[in-house]
């Protein structure tokens, strides 16, 4: 038999709703959302839009999907966006631009603080010739690997773009972690940017769902995309009650998460085959020589501890509502035991 996963720090998707969270999801007061009939629903949209300083928001059944109605709501077949190489839009969504949208991406490489260097956007934008595509969004993500970005640069990123007639869209799957974080608004946040799309599945720790907020055209456009991709829900305020107990109980709680990274991450930079290279809000990223990856996972999976091992450069351990202080205090006591 196999030793019971203890710690899932894979990634802040695995939370289980809480029972509190369960209850308000039972109360849920329900329609036909597709007839636009959900109360629920509405309130959820309007409640993010609001936060984000938006006319609408558009209740999707996850992050990919609302990036991808955002891309097919901004641009048009022979449109072109920019992109970080590492972002998720454009690595870790099946190419979904490029496949329904005919959206050719040009990806431009992330800095280490995840910014896409304004002089390389700048290079990637194409003059109006045949030749081209043509260049219509600019997109980045917040947090960024758990990286807040530089205000400054965000400002002076989405400012280029508008001068240059360009769309904005922001990734903002882990927004909320960048609000508690930094003490920016999700409002200050959203600023300079036409879309933003939140998650409330990851940290929030909601089962199901993400919301696309943005100018009252755009998400009507969207809602078409939405309807295309087989988003349109029926009864999902059961849903989105989840997501509005999330805002009102789980977003202050996050700090929690960010201070058992930053303890995480403290406690294994004494583990001696372990280099950590970096730790910001709630995500620890460390470095394992190559050829010990394999014996980290058996080690680690025999201790019934999971972490991403594999498909990032360096191994991600990510804290989240279902980590408490035992869990963290555990993980390091098993990581300075591997090679030791
Ligand atoms: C998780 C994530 C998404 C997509 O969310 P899903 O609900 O898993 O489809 C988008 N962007 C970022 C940065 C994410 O971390």
């Not at 304004?118 to 109006?128: E, G, H, S, T, W």
């Not at 999902?236 to 929690?256: F, I, K, N, P, T």
């Given at each position: 038999?196999?030793?019971?996963?203890?710690?899932?720090?894979?990634?802040?998707?695995?939370?289980?709703?809480?029972?509190?969270?369960?209850?308000?999801?039972?109360?849920?007061?329900?329609?036909?959302?597709?007839?636009g009939?959900?109360?629920?629903?509405?309130?959820?949209e309007?409640?993010?839009a609001?936060?984000?300083?938006f006319e609408k928001g558009m209740?999707?059944?996850?992050?990919?999907?609302?990036?991808?109605c955002a891309?097919l709501a901004?641009?048009?077949?022979?449109?072109?966006?920019?992109?970080?190489?590492?972002?998720?839009?454009?690595?870790?969504?099946?190419?979904?631009?490029?496949?329904?949208?005919?959206?050719?991406?040009?990806?431009?490489?992330?800095?280490?603080?995840?910014?896409?260097?304004?002089?390389?956007?700048?290079?990637?934008?194409?003059?109006?010739?045949?030749?081209?595509?043509?260049?219509?969004?600019?997109?980045?993500?917040?947090?960024?690997?758990?990286?807040?970005?530089?205000?400054?640069?965000?400002?002076?990123?989405?400012?280029?773009?508008?001068?240059?007639?360009?769309?904005?869209?922001?990734?903002?799957?882990?927004?909320?972690?960048?609000?508690?974080?930094?003490?920016?608004?999700?409002?200050?946040?959203?600023?300079?940017?036409?879309t933003?799309?939140?998650?409330?599945?990851?940290?929030?720790?909601?089962?199901?769902?993400?919301?696309l907020v943005g100018p009252a055209q755009v998400i009507a456009c969207a809602r078409r995309w939405r309807k295309?991709?087989?988003?349109?829900?029926?009864?999902?305020?059961?849903?989105?009650?989840?997501?509005?107990?999330?805002?009102?109980?789980?977003?202050?709680?996050?700090?929690?998460?960010?201070?058992?990274?930053?303890?995480?991450?403290?406690?294994?930079?004494?583990?001696?085959?372990?280099?950590?290279?970096?730790?910001?809000?709630?995500?620890?990223?460390?470095?394992?020589?190559?050829?010990?990856?394999?014996?980290?996972?058996?080690?680690?999976?025999?201790?019934?501890?999971?972490?991403?091992?594999?498909?990032?450069?360096?191994?991600?351990?990510?804290?989240?509502?279902?980590?408490?202080?035992?869990?963290?205090?555990?993980?390091?006591?098993?990581?300075?035991?591997?090679?030791?």
């Amino acid at each position: 038999m196999s030793t019971p996963v203890l710690v899932d720090l894979r990634s802040d998707t695995v939370t289980r709703p809480t029972l509190a969270m369960r209850e308000a999801m039972a109360r849920a007061d329900v329609g036909d959302d597709v007839y636009g009939e959900d109360p629920t629903v509405k309130q959820l949209e309007s409640r993010l839009a609001q936060a984000f300083g938006f006319e609408k928001g558009m209740f999707v059944p996850s992050g990919t999907q609302s990036n991808l109605c955002a891309l097919l709501a901004h641009c048009q077949r022979g449109d072109e966006y920019l992109v970080g190489m590492e972002a998720h839009t454009y690595k870790y969504e099946a190419g979904g631009a490029a496949v329904l949208g005919s959206i050719q991406p040009q990806p431009i490489a992330n800095a280490e603080d995840g910014s896409l260097p304004l002089a390389a956007l700048v290079k990637a934008v194409k003059p109006d010739d045949v030749h081209f595509a043509r260049t219509r969004l600019l997109t980045l993500e917040n947090t960024w690997h758990g990286r807040v970005l530089d205000p400054e640069y965000v400002s002076a990123a989405t400012s280029w773009a508008r001068a240059q007639g360009l769309a904005t869209h922001l990734d903002g799957a882990r927004i909320f972690n960048a609000a508690v974080a930094s003490g920016q608004t999700p409002a200050a946040l959203a600023e300079g940017f036409d879309t933003v799309s939140i998650c409330l599945s990851k940290g929030l720790g909601a089962p199901v769902g993400s919301v696309l907020v943005g100018p009252a055209q755009v998400i009507a456009c969207a809602r078409r995309w939405r309807k295309m991709l087989g988003g349109g829900m029926r009864q999902s305020g059961v849903l989105a009650a989840g997501a509005l107990h999330a805002l009102d109980h789980h977003v202050d709680r996050l700090a929690e998460d960010h201070a058992r990274a930053a303890r995480l991450a403290k406690g294994l930079g004494r583990a001696r085959a372990i280099e950590v290279r970096a730790c910001h809000t709630n995500m620890v990223f460390i470095d394992v020589p190559l050829a010990r990856l394999d014996a980290l996972r058996r080690h680690l999976e025999a201790a019934g501890i999971r972490a991403s091992i594999g498909y990032l450069p360096s191994v991600r351990l990510v804290t989240h509502l279902d980590i408490d202080d035992d869990a963290i205090e555990r993980s390091i006591e098993v990581f300075a035991r591997f090679d030791a």
